[in-house]
């Protein structure tokens, strides 16, 4: 491998020359909208493969924490990050001060969003747009760009807090009918997709795929009754933990702070031919076509942010792929709801089980005035951000993709502990 010989490469010690990006496939290209794009990454496969920095199974120093975002990232990404952020693989600066139109970070955007569309197959008539604002701006720039006036109808099947507040944002900006709400039986189930009641002009059917604050997360997916309707999915706090049939889905969107990064990049996947005309009155950062025809860069994008997102989305590569990560989800899940459904009721999950999420696991103790003891005990042991949302009370345990298997052997035992103590 050719190796730059920039005038800050020649100065660089030989352990960080091998970061250095290949000249020969340094290429920053990105060239027609709504095209699938051939990424040429300034990483070479053996950049891909240089040892990142000792990974330790879970550090000692670091908390268990279980918080439903931001969230726990895992730590061999944290280390790589660290050993990159003063220069970043020869650059001569931090990924914090380059230029967002530099080679470098195009480099960098660029491999985020080809690993993304290897991690999720995603089909080459998508386009992936790294944004800002979360997961929120998104309730509003779905109506405003899928909708061409506000008087078109859109369908919303609510399930929680989220789905709900999406719904109740589109209102300002189309018709939106409720065809479920949950909130009766206090948002823990998902109905059956034969019941629903759809409307046949409807421009779009919306989901929330995972409900953070209820727990509750879909299986499988219902299909728009319109034809021309298409399916639209929050998967903010499920994105990248399973394999998901992207060409199922008009729009995909997610904040990365669960399971992909920190807080400030939303990722859109959407149908390019979705990437049209938006309503008048809709703002240029919340138009799709003007993100997509610029390539995420229309105006500075949160870089550092996005280069993170990038080290995610290697990691779960190297860990096997979204097959293998859904396994591992699979089964810390299990071992916690096993540990709250063996109790005899001194824990209890309100969530019907055939819906129950794999990320977000909400418990109540039956002895509810035992809950901030609960709390305070497990702090004390190490495990942090168990107090559910403030809305429904009780527990929760968020068991993100970076949720190490200790994480939640070590609270399942502290759960057993707890128990024989207050029963
Ligand atoms: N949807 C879901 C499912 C969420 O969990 C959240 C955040 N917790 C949001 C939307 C809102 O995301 P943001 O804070 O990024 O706007």
């Known amino acids: ?245 992207v060409s199922k889905f008009g729009v995909i969107y997610a904040g990365a702070q669960k399971n992909v990064g920190p807080s400030g990049v939303t990722i859109v996947i959407i149908r390019n031919d979705l990437i049209a005309q938006a309503q008048d009155v809709t703002p240029v950062m919340l138009e799709y076509r003007i993100h997509a025809e610029n390539h995420s860069l229309y105006n500075t994008p949160p870089c550092y942010g996005i280069y993170m997102c990038g080290l995610v989305f290697e990691d779960l590569l190297e860990q096997g792929g979204l097959v293998e990560v859904e396994k591992k989800n699979q089964k810390k899940a299990e071992i916690l709801y096993s540990a709250i459904d063996g109790s005899n009721g001194f824990y209890r999950c309100p969530v019907e089980k055939s819906v129950r999420s794999l990320m977000n696991v909400p418990f109540t103790l039956e002895k509810s005035e035992l809950e901030g003891e609960f709390i305070k005990e497990a702090a004390k042991e190490n495990m942090v951000q168990l107090k559910g949302h403030r809305s429904v009370g009780g527990m929760r345990a968020s068991i993100y993709n970076a949720m190490p298997l200790a994480g939640v052997q070590k609270l399942v035992s502290f759960m057993k502990d707890f128990q024989a103590k207050h029963a």
């Open 1 to 245: 491998m050719s190796i730059s010989t920039s005038p800050q490469a020649q100065l660089l010690p030989q352990s960080q020359k091998r970061f250095l990006p290949n000249p020969r496939t340094h290429t920053a290209h990105l060239s027609l909208p709504f095209r699938p794009i051939p990424i040429k990454c300034a990483s070479t496969p053996a950049q891909l493969h240089t040892p990142q920095a000792p990974t330790q199974a879970h550090s000692q120093e670091r908390l268990f924490n279980f918080a439903a975002g931001p969230a726990t990232l895992p730590e061999s990404v944290l280390r790589r990050a660290q050993s990159e952020l003063f220069i970043w693989r020869g650059s001569g600066m931090s990924v914090m001060e380059m230029s967002h139109r530099g080679k470098d970070f195009k480099s960098i955007i660029e491999k985020a969003e080809s690993d993304l569309r290897s991690l999720l197959q995603i089909p080459p008539e998508y386009s992936v747009l790294f944004l800002q604002g979360g997961a929120t701006t998104q309730f509003a720039a779905l109506p405003l760009n899928l909708c061409r006036s506000p008087h078109d109808p859109v369908d919303y099947i609510v399930t929680g807090s989220w789905s709900d507040k999406a719904f109740k944002e589109a209102q300002k900006y189309s018709k939106p009918n409720p065809i479920w709400s949950g909130k009766a039986q206090n948002y823990t189930n998902i109905p059956s997709f034969a019941d629903l009641q759809q409307n046949p002009d409807a421009r779009y059917l919306h989901i929330c795929a995972n409900e953070t604050i209820h727990g509750v997360e879909y299986k499988t997916y219902p299909t728009p009754l319109n034809p021309n309707a298409v399916l639209v999915a929050d998967m903010s706090s499920n994105f990248c933990s399973k394999p998901v049939d």
